[in-house]
């Protein structure tokens, strides 16, 4: 079966990533991931959109966002384009410093990244299909390596 | 296009409410904070964030939140949280900020705390 994509282009503006958030939750249910499976993806693209928008389109309101979701038999795939108007942000990534944070030795923030690899099984930058921008990938599986279905 | 966060204040015996209605994201900076300030103005020393009828909170949100975890162990305040879903508790959970915070399911459950 051929696979399935669709396709969303929003604003760079912070709550545009809501609409792509919801748009990913609904096809992981369709798809039959479980409920948990799905808000985690949730999150995930929501911090994926606005990461993106701030790092990749610098809060640029003329600039967009482009998402792709593509349903393959065995996994949902979401792609998240930016403009690159700065560089590729780093994916290498450690838990955040909360004691750090709170005691005000470094400012809050820098947690997007952490977010997105907890809760998805694969992400990561690849290179964009268009030849521009930063193109970044998250990808859940129906089923996991020993694990019984999502 | 976020759902405008709606703050809504109030004081019990044990502590100050600050209600976080809708989204909680950065744009909430400046709101969040002022509101705990004010709280903490009466003298109280315990700020209760009812999370219920929050709508979304994102890791901007967040950082929003830390901030006033901040200011108030500088202040020797304390933060509870209640009403937290737990699709975002998970987060919460992630980041190691329910470490720091103290967290209930309900504000009940919170006032009603020792």
Do not use: W
């Not at chain 2, 405008?4 to 109030?10: C, G, N, Q, T």
């Not at chain 2, 737990?86 to 190691?96: A, E, G, T």
């Amino acid at each position: 079966m051929a696979n399935r994509t669709v396709e969303l282009k929003i604003p760079c503006e912070t709550g545009y990533e809501k609409v792509a958030m919801r748009m990913a939750s609904d096809l992981a249910e369709k798809m039959g991931f479980s409920q948990e499976r799905a808000q985690d993806l949730e999150i995930a693209v929501a911090e994926a959109c606005i990461n993106a928008m701030e790092h990749g389109n610098q809060f640029d309101v003329s600039t967009k966002i482009y998402v792709t979701m593509t349903i393959h038999e065995d996994r949902l795939a979401i792609d998240v384009v930016d403009e690159g108007r700065s560089g590729r942000p780093s994916t290498q990534v450690e838990a955040p410093d909360m004691q750090a944070q709170i005691d005000g030795l470094i400012p809050p923030g820098g947690m997007g990244l952490f977010v997105i690899k907890s809760l998805v099984d694969e992400a990561e930058f690849v290179e964009p299909d268009l030849g521009t921008g930063n193109q970044f990938r998250m990808v859940i599986h129906l089923q996991q390596p020993g694990q019984p279905g999502a | 296009m976020s759902s405008a966060l709606k703050i809504v204040s109030r004081m019990t015996d044990k502590a100050a409410v600050i209600e976080l209605h809708g989204d909680v994201d950065s744009s909430g900076d400046v709101a969040v904070k002022q509101a705990y300030r004010d709280a903490v103005s009466s003298g109280v020393s315990t700020v209760l964030f009812n999370m219920a009828k929050t709508a979304y909170i994102n890791t901007s949100g967040i950082s929003v939140l830390i901030a006033v975890v901040m200011e108030a162990k500088k202040a020797g305040h304390k933060i509870l949280v209640s009403g937290v879903s737990p699709h975002y508790k998970k987060v919460f959970d992630l980041v190691r900020f329910s470490t720091y915070v103290t967290m209930f399911d309900t504000e009940e459950a919170a006032l009603a705390a020792p």
